[in-house]
């Protein structure tokens, strides 16, 4: 479908494809503000609550590598409906739950479906625009991607707080209707291939390595890491599956991922820099949400507020570089965000718990900016020069390369504050001894006066406050040093001879 002639119905198809999209992203973080209240509802301990976002998790990660077969066996068409139409149901049945094992089936049907959702509607929009528009039509795609997963919390916690936690999943079913409706009736796909098979030895080694590796990042810091006989378990079965699936793809004959695309450098490079902004992307919106309520003493609700400006500043920035990316180098464009994203990340690194509202606002807001800089051209440059037959399968692994990203990102930045807060906690417990004249006089003896259960109480609540704000200051510093790898490999991508020329719609044409 790719070509310079307009497509029938694009305008309709294009809304169907980014509302689907934007349906699947916001899911990934919508249902975390109302975790406490289906622990209630359902009946549920903590630890057993968190399985309604790990079973999600896990299903997505490992159905999202057979995406590409699946859409050239069944029909791309066919396959989209199917996913969306099943994302719609396992949506409603979520919200319909009426015990945490229903919630957890549901949730796994809802992550395997749309795990298909994002690379699917990526393909889809590269095949919809001729080359030369192709950045504008990534930032309008890439606006679901982006800004889901950032006012997912703001939505959750309202939608929790008005009405209840069953709506952060009944809020798919009108939207999941239309994109089914769009698509089945105005999208015109290439017919399904009957005769291919099945790589099952690659989607099962890659699903137990995955599905190990989700895992043990998601359950690694409730269990104490390597402290724990499971985390060791799924640390081993998650290296040899990844192990073996990365020598299967290079002895099978026909593998599930075909090697050849691995072979075109851009796409190469683009995966590691989206591994390092899947990172930053979600972690980044975790650690400010608990930095706010926690040592900001803001409630879910305004947090969320606060967090809005930055899905602000990636919309307007996404339309920016999508024009941007179809005029001029994108890879100055991409060095532009990253340089403002490391900034902004910096920034944060020295805030205190009393940072006033406008400094929140404006830093927030610039690395929603940054971070749209960043993902538009980075789309453009690492399929510019891709067969079209690996394009699926290319948009199916840059999804999920984003999703382990994410994990990874929110594991380590979860691990490094927790462990930090303890080494804060410790090297300032050791300097309040009663012979330490700052607490034994004027107001800091009223507050915390350490011969009372109550004065060191509040003493100890002071030193964790103090401690959890080095914490997050080193996690925001840990995100602003990811920012610089992928910056520097920006070198090694190239840009094709001229963006939209002849060489590139040569390269792309069906």
């Given at each position: ?6 497509v029938?119905?694009?305008?309709i ?19 975390n ?22 079973s ?21 068409k ?20 009426q015990?945490l ?25 590269m095949?919809?625009?001729p080359?030369?528009?192709?950045g504008?039509?990534?930032a ?13 919390p ?12 069953r ?25 399904a291939n ?16 995955l ?9 690694g ?7 724990s006989?499971?985390i ?11 192990y073996l ?5 290079c002895l ?24 390092c ?33 930055r899905g602000?500043?990636?919309?307007a920035a996404m339309?920016?570089?999508?024009r ?5 180098d994108p ?7 990253f340089?403002t994203?490391g ?7 020295t ?10 606002v404006?830093?927030t ?9 960043i ?8 399929f510019a ?15 999920l ?6 994990a990874?990102?929110?594991?380590v ?6 462990n ?9 417990a050791?300097?309040?001894t ?6 034994q ?7 915390w006066n ?9 003493l ?10 080095i ?11 990811v920012?610089?790898?992928?910056a520097?490999?920006l ?9 939209g ?10």
């Amino acid at each position: 479908m790719a070509g310079a002639s307009p497509v029938p119905h694009r305008g309709i198809v294009v809304m169907s494809t980014i509302a689907a999209t934007l349906m699947q992203t916001l899911d990934s973080t919508i249902a975390n503000v109302a975790l406490p209240h289906m622990q209630g509802s359902l009946s549920a301990t903590a630890d057993q609550i968190t399985w309604v976002l790990t079973s999600y998790i896990v299903a997505t990660a490992v159905m999202t590598a057979p995406v590409g077969w699946l859409s050239t066996r069944f029909g791309r068409k066919n396959f989209f409906v199917f996913c969306l139409a099943g994302f719609t149901v396992a949506s409603a049945l979520c919200g319909l739950a009426q015990s945490l094992e229903q919630i957890v089936l549901y949730r796994v049907i809802q992550g395997m479906t749309g795990a298909a959702i994002v690379p699917l509607s990526q393909s889809i929009m590269m095949d919809l625009y001729p080359p030369e528009e192709r950045g504008s039509a990534m930032a309008m795609w890439g606006m679901g991607v982006m800004v889901g997963p950032i006012i997912g919390p703001t939505l959750g916690g309202w939608l929790t707080d008005m009405y209840d936690w069953r709506y952060v999943f009944f809020i798919n079913v009108p939207v999941g209707i239309a994109a089914v409706f769009g698509i089945w009736t105005f999208l015109k796909a290439p017919a399904a291939n009957r005769s291919l098979r099945f790589d099952w030895t690659g989607f099962v080694v890659l699903a137990a390595g995955l599905g190990a590796l989700q895992l043990m990042l998601d359950r690694g810091a409730q269990n104490e890491w390597f402290a724990s006989l499971e985390i060791v378990a799924e640390t081993v079965i998650a290296g040899l599956g990844l192990y073996l699936f990365v020598v299967h793809i290079c002895l099978a004959e026909k593998p599930l991922i075909p090697l050849g695309l691995f072979a075109n450098t851009n796409f190469s490079v683009g995966l590691v820099m989206m591994l390092c902004i899947g990172a930053i992307l979600v972690a980044s919106v975790v650690l400010l949400g608990t930095y706010l309520q926690t040592l900001g003493g803001y409630s879910v609700w305004e947090a969320g507020l606060l967090l809005a400006p930055r899905g602000l500043g990636t919309m307007a920035a996404m339309m920016l570089a999508g024009r941007l990316a179809d005029r001029f180098d994108p890879r100055l464009v991409m060095l532009f965000g990253f340089t403002t994203l490391g900034f902004g990340l910096m920034q944060m690194a020295t805030w205190t718990p009393d940072i006033d509202r406008f400094t929140i606002v404006w830093v927030t807001m610039v690395q929603g900016f940054a971070l749209g800089m960043i993902f538009v051209p980075l789309q453009v440059l690492a399929f510019a020069t891709m067969p079209p037959q690996y394009r699926t399968d290319g948009t199916a692994f840059f999804s999920l390369v984003r999703n382990v990203g994410s994990a990874v990102g929110i594991s380590v930045t979860t691990f490094v504050l927790s462990n930090a807060t303890q080494i804060a906690h410790a090297r300032i417990a050791e300097t309040l001894t009663p012979f330490n004249r700052m607490i034994q006089t004027g107001g800091a003896y009223l507050l915390w006066n350490s011969a009372t259960g109550r004065g060191r109480a509040a003493l100890n609540g002071e030193v964790t406050r103090q401690a959890m704000q080095i914490a997050y200051a080193q996690d925001f510093l840990l995100l602003a040093l990811v920012v610089i790898p992928p910056a520097l490999m920006l070198i090694l991508m190239r840009r094709p001879a001229r963006l939209g020329g002849p060489g590139m719609v040569h390269a792309m044409a069906d």
